[in-house]
């Protein structure tokens, strides 16, 4: 059942956020793309560890008036850092997660010392990112809650409900409430080689590093597309400070092609190795005591998926694979990761 929900999920959602007609006047460059983010590992009938992601994010070319003060200082940031110079082309993005952990065994109420601690966390961000046609640097501020006022207990709790799933019974053992700070800079290059046609490939290596309260690691990957229109962003993104990958580049992306052209099918894969000396959801609370588990220093990932573009929308789905994150962790954990994005 909870697979029936997700796939009714990917094909609603369009329908749902977005009123705009796709066969509205062309536009000569991108400036707006709002992405919706969707990772669980029900697409592997579990419901342990990394149990669940959620992140909207929107990427403007320039931020709404409003936002003024904002854009203005991440302009200079990106100034500061050189990040951002003359010949690339920026952007900037607002973001708002929550992401849920909880230990393997949800079916008891005492606390389970040899799995991970129950954990929730509710963030929003703000980011900068700077491109051209072969680098992409981008640099994130995100800010949220860990513990009870993430309210991942009741998201949790309220969805099982709902589609009458197992309650999770030791949520009372969950982390203490902790301000979260994180910044996070990535940076990724791209060789690709697209025929006239629009068959070809791109391959995209990437590193990046995070340092925060909750989260301090250096990261490395490689992320390889083929296909038919593949778009010409960054790789494909999942839920981690920095995502905001399928931000496309310019009007030479298949999202603006002529609307008969205007579809796009490709194949993807990619892998990744982190160095993570903290990790306050294996690590325990920062400054009160609380359950904790010996985390893993050095952990890798992989991913393989499919992307298709129809009109405006990039849509994707992946199945993720992580090694253990912690000594006692009993098996690999395996979730699926979705993204809708819509470019106008």
């Known amino acids: 059942m909870k697979k029936n929900f997700f796939l009714l999920l990917i094909i609603l ?10 066969n509205s006047a062309e536009i000569s460059h991108p400036s707006k793309t709002f992405s919706f983010f969707f990772e669980n590992d029900a697409f592997f009938d579990t419901d342990r560890e990394y149990s669940n992601g959620i992140r909207l994010s929107m990427t403007y070319s320039n931020l709404p008036p409003n936002y003024y003060k904002v854009q203005n200082f991440l302009e200079k ?45 509710t963030y929003i961000g703000t980011g900068i990112i700077s491109a051209t046609e072969t680098t992409m640097k981008t ?18 709790k309220t969805i099982h409900e709902t589609f009458g799933w197992q309650e999770p ?18 940076k990724r290059w791209k060789k690709k080689n697209i025929s006239n046609n629009g068959f070809g490939f791109d391959l995209i290596p990437e590193m990046g590093a995070g340092i925060g309260n909750a989260l301090v690691y250096l990261q490395t990957g490689i ?10 962003d960054f790789g494909t993104p999942r839920i981690r400070p920095a995502t905001d990958t399928n ?34 959801f294996l690590d325990g609370n920062t400054f009160k005591n609380s359950h904790s588990v010996k985390r893993n ?4 990932s992989t991913i393989a998926g499919l992307g298709v573009i129809i009109h405006r929308f990039n849509i994707i789905y992946g199945h993720v694979f992580n090694t253990k994150v912690y000594e006692t962790e009993k098996d690999r954990q395996y979730y699926g990761t979705i993204s809708v994005s819509y470019t106008w």
Not at 179 to 186: A, Y
Not at 225 to 230: E, L
Not at 251 to 280: E, M
């Open 13 to 22: 959602l369009p329908k749902v956020v977005f009123s705009t007609d796709l």
């Open 77 to 121: 940031i990106g100034r500061f850092t050189k990040i951002s110079d003359g010949d690339s082309t920026q952007a900037y993005s607002l973001s708002i997660g929550q992401n849920i952990y909880t230990p393997e065994n949800t079916q008891t109420k005492e606390l389970v010392k040899d799995e991970r601690p129950y954990a929730g966390l």
């Open 139 to 156: 640099l994130e501020f995100s800010t949220g809650i860990i513990g009870p006022l993430s309210l991942a207990e009741k998201t949790q």
């Open 169 to 186: 019974m030791g949520w009372d053992n969950q982390l203490s409430n902790e301000p979260f700070i994180e910044i996070v800079f990535s």
């Open 223 to 232: 992320n390889f597309r083929v296909g038919y229109n593949i778009p010409n």
């Open 247 to 280: 931000f496309p580049l310019d009007k030479t992306d298949p999202r603006f092609y002529p609307k008969y052209k205007r579809l796009g099918l490709y194949l993807f894969c990619s892998a990744d190795a982190l160095y993570v000396p903290r990790n306050i």
């Open 297 to 300: 220093p050095v952990i890798g």
